[in-house]
């Protein structure tokens, strides 16, 4: 989807957010590795749903998202909520990602990329992440499109579990499973889901 079909559609929801305010199950059941005073680093992150969550960890937050209107919708959560979070409209190709910079990075529902934009996505992360520094990606596998309840329509910008393992090869897995189960995160999240987990830490030198 275009920049302008991607505003238009948080736009649309007008008050209502399209992912729902609450932060993705996946996030919250990874509770337990998120610290208290981290640099965290949401990427793709819409509304604001989890980088506003990660600042009520007490984590240090920035988002990075490229859609104003989401933003503009997220920075009025981050308010409502009583939390900041340093938020950044840009489109994550093209962004300065710094290196060795974030303690966790937290990848929801980023299938937006096609393989060759995904790579130069998974290298960034590698880089931007502290050598001991974890990365949480979640997504859809490809059985998603039989079930149609949110993700893209390209297949190839699905995650299968050896895709992903050998994404991050170089990487210790700590969680890697694909599973189904029903979500209902918002409009764009509902009903039974094909999901794939990577929780994986990036080796000290």
């Known amino acids: 989807m275009s920049l302008e ?3 238009n559609r948080f736009a649309d929801a007008g008050e ?11 996030l919250t059941a990874q ?28 984590c240090v937050v920035d ?3 490229f859609a104003p209107v989401a933003v503009d919708k997220a920075r009025g959560l981050a308010a409502r909520r009583g939390v900041s979070v340093n938020f950044t409209v840009a489109d994550l190709l093209d962004w300065d990602w710094p290196a060795e910079h974030y303690d966790m990075v937290v990848a929801v529902f980023i299938q937006f990329a096609p393989p060759a934009q995904r790579e130069r996505l998974f290298e960034h992360i590698k880089r931007t992440l502290k050598p001991g520094g974890l990365l949480l990606l979640h997504g859809y596998t490809p059985k998603q499109l039989e079930y149609g309840t949110g993700g893209p329509s390209a297949v190839e910008n699905l995650y299968t579990e050896p895709l992903l393992a050998q994404a991050f090869a170089d990487f210790d897995l700590l969680r890697l499973v694909a599973y189904e189960k029903s979500l209902s995160e918002g409009m764009g999240h509902s009903g039974m889901s ?7 830490r990036k080796p000290h030198r």
């Open 63 to 65: 988002a990075v998202e």
């Open 16 to 26: 209502r957010f399209v992912f729902g305010e609450a932060p993705s199950v996946f």
């Open 5 to 7: 079909m991607w505003n």
């Open 194 to 200: 094909a999901l794939i987990d990577l929780v994986a």
């Open 31 to 58: 509770a337990a590795l998120v610290r208290p005073g981290s640099t965290v680093l949401s990427i793709a992150d819409g509304e604001g749903r989890n980088s506003v969550w990660l600042a009520e960890q007490g």
